[in-house]
């Protein structure tokens, strides 16, 4: 007699589900069913409540979580469920086995990477080209400006040279042209006042005047969107100090006058100062003529002793029913705040201000791109920004990220050589316009957006990629794709075994987060935020990978310049993104 004859039904039927097997059929059927299966079977002996965790309905609703949610969850199961999940997958698909490529890496263990190379003297020749094709005063290579379109065209050169077909897009966006008269001067009047037939107090009359002329980039820095303005010292315009310019502030008292705002982080319970669209929206909303925000609260003695030197910060014009062409907007170090706080708020000097910028013009910004044509639609797409903030060379940002690229699109071009079209179409595309809004990136995502709504693999984005040599506390490699970053976990592994020397020296942090936590501060976000067409029903997020160097103080200052470049720290990202894309690319 059969082990089976003296079970109910019930008990045949709780077996059956246990080993995965239908459960439907007469009793006979069913003892059957368990005699022919055997007891040996590794895959039929597992544990496995397929009506539970892998009912066809259940399958299908967790196939709409998305393909990382699906695998993450069967990683934590027997190997066994997930060859049965796999069957299961492929009859409720109508024979498609879904995701079949990290099931079967999860099968077979983790994968053999192969490093690509990286030349990091290439690197750094790549970032000198780019630098000297700043403006040849300020040295940056400003959105909309020649610099930024002989940089592109540049860059596209790079991508054909590389053996690769390449584009250059073109996209109309609003932004901002910088004049050539800038000037904060204080003017301490000559003594004779303005008697009767006496000179006006810092006229050109008063030859007894002492004038204190502060340097463009160095002392000062415009800011994004800043208006026109000319203010003669003459004029003895109010300049008012606001605080942290915050809403309780009285900004009605500088009404025709220069607001001064003091940059601070939060401190005894009182908010850090807002941010440059918030305080010139209420600038504008206040008839201020001139905004002077006060650095003392980033690179605080770490490149002046006793000093902030001034930066370049953008505003969201979006935000703006009107722009506001008539506000000068600036940025000035401690000391220069501390001064106008002395001799001109608290003192009799007066102050002079012209800032000399059109923010009424729409200009182009401009995206090359390098393509290697694979086997199917499916999307990989390596940037950077080529950009940079008017006032100086940009070298950390993002001249060392565009460089990385190039490099890499270098060796793609190598390995395309080599082994053929790849799995994935791979782009490599550069953007002009981040630093005053992802202007570039946004309009070729907007452009692009079907497609990359329907095949878009991968977005990677290099942005500061950099690690300062002195101020080195590593780098950290995040996205929002649990399975890509779970690849990028076990690159690093193959990264420590093939450079000991550089992964003990830039220590490396890999950190996986939602992609609500996505932070929309460079190119990536359009990418991750912007493939939705606005239709009711789940949002989609894209996937991206991104890098964050360390130690870069100098960013967006007149100090970000070649001396500090490191271009040994860029092989950490380079090679570790490059070789996941050649993994996905080419296995």
């Known amino acids: ?150 940089t592109a065209q540049s860059i596209k050169l790079n991508f054909s040279s590389s053996g690769m077909p390449a584009t250059l897009e073109t996209f109309e966006v609003p932004l901002f042209y910088m004049g050539n008269e800038f000037e904060i001067m204080i003017c301490s009047p000559g003594g004779i006042g303005n008697i009767l037939g006496g000179p006006t107090p810092c006229s050109v009359a008063d030859v007894n005047r002492d004038e204190t002329e502060f340097t463009h980039r160095v002392d000062y820095v415009v800011q994004g969107y800043s208006g026109d303005v000319d203010i003669v010292a003459s004029s003895d315009v109010n300049v008012v100090d606001l605080g942290k310019g915050n809403e ?22 009182q908010p850090a100062t807002e941010s440059n669209t918030v305080l010139l929206l209420r600038a504008q909303e206040n008839s201020l ?52 706080t002395d001799q001109v708020i608290n003192g009799e ?44 060379q940009g070298a950390v940002d993002n001249t060392a990220g ?45 452009k692009h957006q079907s497609t990359l709504r329907d095949n878009l693999r991968l977005y990677v984005n290099l942005d500061m990629n950099h690690v300062d040599a002195q101020r080195n506390s590593g780098l950290t490699l995040q996205g929002n794709s649990p399975s890509d ?15 000991p020397d550089l992964a003990s020296k830039y220590d490396i942090s890999v950190r996986l987060l939602d992609s609500i936590e996505m932070p929309y501060n460079s190119d990536h976000a359009p990418f991750v935020y912007g493939l939705d067409e606005g239709d009711e029903g789940q949002k989609h997020y894209g996937k991206a990978m991104m890098c964050y160097g360390s130690g ?4 967006h200052t007149y100090l970000d310049s070649m001396d500090r470049f490191n271009e040994e720290s860029l092989v950490v990202s380079g090679i570790i993104y490059g070789s996941l894309v050649r993994y996905l690319a080419w296995g």
């Open 1 to 150: 007699m059969s082990q089976w004859g003296s079970r109910t039904v019930d008990e045949l039927k709780q077996e059956l589900r246990s080993r995965g097997m239908p459960v439907s059929g007469k009793k006979s059927e069913l003892i059957e069913r368990l005699e022919l299966a055997g007891s040996d079977s590794s895959v039929l002996d597992a544990e496995i409540v397929i009506e539970d965790a892998f009912s066809s309905s259940t399958v299908m609703s967790r196939l709409k979580e998305g393909p990382a949610t699906v695998i993450s969850r069967a990683k934590e199961l027997p190997v066994a469920t997930v060859v049965v999940a796999v069957l299961l997958v492929v009859g409720v698909t109508g024979g498609a086995l879904l995701f079949a490529d990290d099931l079967v890496e999860w099968i077979q263990g983790e994968p053999d990477y192969v490093l690509i190379d990286f030349d990091s003297n290439q690197t750094r020749a790549y970032a000198e080209e780019l630098v000297s094709l700043g403006h040849p005063q300020w040295q940056g290579r400003l959105s909309g400006t020649v610099e930024e379109e002989n």
């Open 248 to 269: 309780s502030a009285d900004w009605g008292s500088a009404a025709n006058g220069i607001g001064l705002v003091w940059l601070m982080d939060e401190h005894d319970g």
């Open 349 to 392: 000097d007066m102050l002079q201000f012209v800032i000399e910028v059109d923010n009424q013009v729409n200009v182009n910004v401009h995206v090359p791109c390098g393509i290697i044509e694979g086997e199917s639609d499916s999307l990989i797409i390596i940037g950077a920004h080529h950009d940079t903030v008017y006032n100086g």
């Open 289 to 340: 003529r001139g905004l002077i925000t006060v650095n003392a609260r980033q690179n605080c003695d770490e490149l002046v002793t006793d000093d902030c030197v001034p930066y370049f910060k953008s505003s969201d014009i979006t935000q703006f029913d009107e722009k506001p062409y008539d506000i000068g907007f600036v940025m000035v170090s401690k000391s220069v705040g501390e001064m106008i």
């Open 485 to 499: 970053v779970s690849r990028i976990e076990g690159l690093v592994t193959a990264f420590t075994k093939s450079y």
């Open 552 to 555: 870069s103080e100098e960013y």
């Open 402 to 446: 565009t460089a990385t690229v190039q490099e890499m699109a270098r060796q793609f071009g190598i390995l395309h050589s080599e082994l053929g079209q790849p799995k994935h179409t791979i782009y490599f595309c550069t953007w002009g316009g981040e630093e005053e809004g992802l202007w570039g990136s946004s309009e070729w995502v907007k």
